[in-house]
């Protein structure tokens, strides 16, 4: 392979990167290839040169008890041991997100027929998303890289969490949307950067550009792209809390929304992480992803019982989780295979369905994204693939005012009336 070709595929030049602090990463040795593991220098690489198959993180894990964890920040930071950041990561200036709030669904279970059900509620974050998490990785990344440009390609939920912690770093950020995103989402973004930039065409078309982007451009930190392994492991934390705050334990059953896919990979990596330094039991769980119907390649190619995923052009109210060509599709089908799990879709009034049922039930308003995940939920259990008497979870990825639209039109005043107690009598709600 050419020097040239090598630069484009790894985002640097071939050989050491230079002046990167010792201990930058914490216990990651090196990144290693997916597919034929073929393993490179730590650097801003995240694609092999090998086979060009997805690098991600490897590590040499020190002993890790639960009590060092448990004296930890109320934040992602209590795992740094466990992810690719410095031993400092608490000095840097970041939106120190995680630790969010696991509830007991006893009102949801009780309606979908669920024994024992929780909810992750990742909407408590910073810039209200799970991916608070993932970029507070990247960001050390990049900081650690002396970027000087810190940006995205995203369906909304990550420019709003990049434009937030670039801010919060004094870093220049740059962030790329599709131009028909919710409008909140946009307003969530620009409030936080001057240099939002809508892109007419879909997250695929949006993602395409930002990967020129990062071939042509010195510098910059591509968070799911040219740092993408460093990015892709802050996901891992909602699996290291889901067992921590169940008292050290797996959950028998996992429901998680499917847009790259990235997030259901990283909760079984975690999941798995855990098992091997004996911080939990090792059990069987299984792994379910969602997706709406508008946009459900992975579930399509699950139902077919193919590994061949085909991409689509999304279509669908459930713009966080429209990614047609989903980069880690077929490692979701292998996952979901292997524990015994299930990937499903659903129709976007479904979607709707879902938003209003999670907060009717449960006093959390989630956005479409969550829709999906509850409305899949739903429908897991009607078709007798997810077991009602195994303890559950679902995880709710972000906040329903970032998505107003979806539901609108479902909901509003039970009446409209004059002043007066008779007329309040009159809509039969007393």
Request: net charge negative.
């Amino acid at each position: 392979m050419s020097a040239v070709i090598a630069e484009h595929v790894t985002g640097t030049t071939p050989g050491s990167t230079p002046g990167i602090r010792e201990g930058a990463f914490g216990n990651a040795r090196a990144l290693t290839c997916r597919e034929c593991g073929h393993e490179v220098e730590l650097g801003p690489h995240y694609a092999c040169m090998e086979c060009f198959g997805p690098l991600e993180i490897a590590y040499d894990f020190p002993v890790v008890t639960r009590e060092e964890i448990e004296a930890g920040p109320r934040n992602i930071w209590r795992y740094k041991a466990l992810l690719p950041v410095p031993t400092d990561i608490e000095q840097s200036p970041n939106m120190e997100p995680g630790f969010t709030r696991l509830l007991r669904a006893r009102n949801l279970g009780r309606e979908l027929g669920i024994e024992t059900l929780w909810v992750k509620d990742d909407s408590t974050n910073p810039t209200n998303s799970f991916k608070d998490r993932v970029v507070a990785c990247a960001l050390s990344a990049a900081t650690e890289f002396h970027s000087k440009v810190f940006a995205c390609p995203s369906t909304g939920n990550l420019a709003n969490a990049v434009a937030a912690a670039g801010a919060r770093a004094g870093i220049k950020t740059v962030v790329f949307i599709p131009s028909n995103l919710e409008k909140p989402k946009q307003v969530n973004s620009a409030v936080f950067t001057e240099s939002l930039v809508a892109v007419n065409g879909n997250y695929d078309d949006v993602n395409k550009l930002a990967s020129e982007i990062a071939g042509e451009e010195d510098g910059w930190a591509f968070v799911n792209v040219n740092v993408r392994p460093y990015y892709a492991e802050g996901s891992k934390t909602l699996g290291y809390e889901i067992a921590e705050q169940l008292g050290w334990r797996l959950p028998d059953q996992i429901v998680i929304p499917v847009a790259s896919g990235s997030q259901l990979t990283k909760v079984h990596k975690a999941f798995q992480e855990l098992v091997k330094l004996g911080l939990v039991e090792d059990k069987p769980y299984k792994v379910f992803g969602a997706q709406a119907e508008g946009c459900s390649p992975v579930s399509t190619a699950y139902k077919a019982g193919t590994d061949a995923i085909r991409p689509v052009k999304p279509d669908t109210i459930a713009k966080s989780l429209a990614i047609g060509n989903p980069a880690d599709g077929i490692y979701v089908l292998d996952i979901c295979r292997e524990t015994g799990g299930a990937v499903e879709d659903i129709t976007d009034d479904e979607v709707r369905d879902g938003i209003v049922l999670l907060a009717r039930t449960e006093g959390i308003f989630t956005e479409t994204a969550g829709g999906t995940t509850v409305g899949v939920l739903k429908k897991l259990v009607e078709s007798g693939q997810l077991d009602p008497t195994l303890e559950t979870v679902v995880i709710n990825t972000g906040h329903g005012l970032k998505t107003l639209d979806a539901v609108a039109d479902s909901v509003g005043p039970a009446a409209t009336i004059d002043p007066s107690y008779a007329a309040f009598v009159k809509t039969g709600l007393a």
